[in-house]
Nanobody
Framework: QVQLVESGGGLVQAGGSLRLSCVAS????????MGWFRQAPGKEREFVAT????????EYADSVKGRFTISRDNAKNTAYLQMNSLKPEDTAVYYC???????????????????WGQGTQVTVSS
């Protein structure tokens, strides 16, 4: 089992940047695929980005491609989401998620992740 704690959210003007962090407990972080999701008020939780266990492969939602970067530091048990050129429509609660895997895959569906953080609010003003 792994516990996830996100941080780094806040209020930023459109065009600005934020970096979210997700620290995981446990000693086997490198065997987990990591994902970031977000949920805006009145909307379903949606996929943002995922990174494989080494950090060498990533995948993004079309809405954030070219603006957001997911990464991980296995030595620090931490995943990151660097968000640049933020837009008001990026406003949401952002969640990190983890799933233990036995081989090199990436996961884009929320249903595939059993472990979730508590979420961090990101608000982008126009």
């Amino acid at each position: 089992q792994v516990q996830l704690v996100e941080s780094g959210g806040g209020l930023v003007q459109a065009g600005g940047s934020l970096r979210l962090s997700c620290v995981a407990s446990g000693r086997t972080f490198s065997t987990y695929v990591m994902g970031w999701f977000r949920q805006a008020p009145g909307k379903e939780r949606e996929f943002v980005a995922t990174v494989n266990w080494t950090g060498g492969r990533t995948e993004y939602a079309d809405s954030v491609k070219g603006r957001f970067t997911i990464s991980r530091d296995n030595a620090k048990n931490t995943a990151y989401l660097q968000m640049n050129s933020l837009k008001p429509e990026d406003t949401a609660v952002y969640y990190c998620a983890a799933q233990h895997v036995a081989f090199d895959i990436m996961l884009v569906s929320a249903l595939q992740y059993p472990y979730w953080g508590q979420g961090t609010q990101v608000t982008v003003s126009s």
